[in-house]
């Protein structure tokens, strides 16, 4: 209460419609595929006399698509940003958890797309599919503009610095792979071991390249290097004698060999 009367403050939250596009028919809560465990529908409409004046959908829990992936990959969020054109975001926004999109958009058996909602309705998205093409969008636009800051940042945007902690990485394939990328983006200066003549593990040497054709898998890892990780190949490393060199040379060490 003020002298000038009243004021009244509106805290709205957002009801994941269009309201650009909505007439307040109604519609859309009676054709909701979507069902909850009390039987009720996600989406709310109370008429068009009510307050926010339009339907509103509930979003309680973490959607199932997400909830499916190994990685718990946004995966909303990346469509979402596909749907409208921003390539750029929706592959930042993947590799904020999956730091091989150009890999698992070809070869990742996509568990998102049996638990998706729409394939109650008719068929799931095709989650997959959607990846790759975001992947292949960020490559070419490398391709064309080298220098742009294609190279995905944590959360903090922290990069590796010169006299950061050391951290030895033993094994290059994905394990190995996302361990370094994510420790560079959270300010380490990690190093990658590899027996083997080039990096990728089970992704090179386990893995056709009719499936996974090599110069993706080379321009994934080139991602991870530019982030700051040293790869060395050609290195294997003896668990008998090795280790305890490893030791007096790195901060930790991480042992990711789990393929072989």
């Known amino acids: 209460h ?5 004021c009244a403050h509106f805290e709205s939250t957002e009801t994941f419609i269009d309201a650009d596009r909505c007439v307040l028919c109604g519609c859309c809560a009676d054709v909701c595929p979507v069902t909850l465990e009390d039987g009720s529908k996600p989406l709310l409409y109370h008429g068009r006399q009510s307050l926010p004046g339009k339907p509103s959908i509930e979003k309680r829990r973490q959607p199932l698509c997400q909830a499916n992936c190994p990685l718990g990959v946004n995966v909303q969020g990346y469509v979402a940003l596909t749907r409208v054109g921003r390539y750029k975001e929706a592959l930042d926004l993947i590799r904020r958890d999956n730091i091989l999109p150009g890999i698992c958009g070809r070869i ?4 998102c797309e049996l638990a998706c909602r729409r394939g109650e309705l008719d068929a799931p998205l095709a989650i997959r599919d959607i990846k790759r093409f975001v992947a292949d969008q960020g490559r070419v636009a490398r391709q064309h503009s080298p220098t742009e800051g294609n190279t995905p940042c944590s959360p903090q945007g922290e990069r590796s610095q010169p006299h950061a902690p050391a951290v030895a990485v033993i094994g290059s394939g ?32 386990g893995i056709g390249p009719y499936r996974l054709p090599r110069d993706i898998l080379d321009e994934e890892i080139e991602v991870i290097r530019e982030l700051g990780v040293h790869i060395l190949t050609n290195t294997p490393i003896d668990f008998a004698t090795g280790l305890e060199d490893l030791k007096k040379r790195f901060a930790a060490i991480i042992v990711t060999t789990g393929a072989w």
């Open 2 to 6: 003020t002298p000038q009367g009243f």
């Open 108 to 111: 990742c058996t996509h568990p």
């Open 174 to 205: 994905p394990a190995g792979l996302a361990a370094a990328a994510d420790l560079a983006r959270f300010g380490y200066a990690p190093t990658i071991f590899e027996k083997e003549p080039r990096a990728g593990g089970v992704l090179r040497y």
